[in-house]
C-alpha cells in the first residue's frame, strides 16, 4: 500500500485552495492608504483576505517599518 496516497491527496487538496483564494482576492485588494509603496501587492492582498494582517488603525500599511514581536506573534 502506497502511504504517500492520503499526504498527495491532502497537498492537493491545499494546493487548489490556494489558488481559489488567490484568484478571489485578486480582485479585493486591501486600500491601505499607502497601497503604492507595497511590493507585493498579491501577498499583501493574500493575508488581508486571510485575516492574518489588516494593518494599522490609521489605514496604513508601512511596508517600509519594521515589525514588532507583538505583531508576528499575533500573525502567527
Known amino acids: 500500500m502506497d502511504k504517500g496516497f492520503p499526504q498527495k491527496k491532502v497537498l492537493s487538496l491545499v494546493l487548489c ?6 484568484v478571489m482576492v485578486m480582485g479585493a485588494g486591501a486600500a491601505f492608504s499607502d497601497q503604492d509603496k507595497i511590493e507585493n501587492t498579491e ?22 517599518g519594521n515589525i514588532k514581536r507583538s505583531e508576528i506573534t499575533k500573525m502567527i
Open 43 to 64: 501577498a499583501v492582498n493574500m493575508c488581508t483576505a486571510l485575516n492574518i494582517i489588516g494593518g494599522y488603525p490609521d489605514g496604513s500599511y508601512k511596508p517600509e
Open 17 to 22: 485552495v490556494a489558488v481559489m483564494l488567490s
